[in-house]
């Protein structure tokens, strides 16, 4: 049994876990642009459980410690949380969760996935910026081909003779930056 001051205990560690939890909410609220002085609104399942505005008294709270819990859990632990937490910042939802599935984070609250760090590091080119490479290394080989033009010719003047050494010192910080690449 659970004497008086273990439940008193639990009840402000509970609390303090909320309190930091809506301060989180807070702070990434700020930092999207959203109006954080508007009432947060917490779900579970489809009960609402919280409606508070930081820093003043909650006009509803039926958080329990589990409920916490699950929150807490829901916001560092996505995959293996159960259930379903959604929260809103007045009428717009921000997070929610359900069974594991992040199915809506404006905030950025859950963890990235490795998955997310993978995809983001890929690099996706639209057909504009293609077209465009291509354009520039085809002025560069015009430039260059004009260049071997005059060396086959014997035409080597103080000039060309630069300009080479600086294309072939570009091509080869090029071809060790593919390489590095690869």
């Given at each position: 049994m659970i004497d008086d001051g273990e439940a008193k205990e639990i009840k402000r560690d509970y609390l303090d876990i909320l309190e930091s939890l809506l301060k989180l909410i807070h702070a990434k609220a700020k930092e999207k642009g959203l109006d954080p002085s508007k009432d947060v609104h917490i779900y579970s399942s489809s009960s609402k459980v919280y409606q508070g505005t930081l820093?003043?008294?909650p006009s509803k709270n039926l958080l329990t410690p589990t409920i916490v819990e699950n929150l807490k859990k829901a916001l560092s632990d996505p995959k293996n949380s159960q259930g379903?937490?959604?929260i809103k910042i007045g009428h717009e939802k921000v997070f929610h969760i359900k069974n594991g599935e992040v199915l809506t984070d404006k905030l950025g609250l859950a963890p990235r996935t490795q998955k997310n760090e993978v995809?983001?590091?890929e690099r996706i080119y639209s057909v504009e910026a293609l077209q465009k490479q291509v354009a520039v290394l085809q002025s560069k080989l015009e430039s260059?081909?004009?260049?071997?033009d005059s060396l086959k010719k014997n035409e080597q003047t103080p000039e060309s003779l630069s300009k080479l050494v600086a294309q072939v010192e570009e091509m080869s910080n090029a071809l060790l930056k593919q390489q590095q690449l690869i």
């Open positions: 820093g003043e008294s379903a937490i959604s995809v983001s590091n260059q081909q004009k260049l071997v």
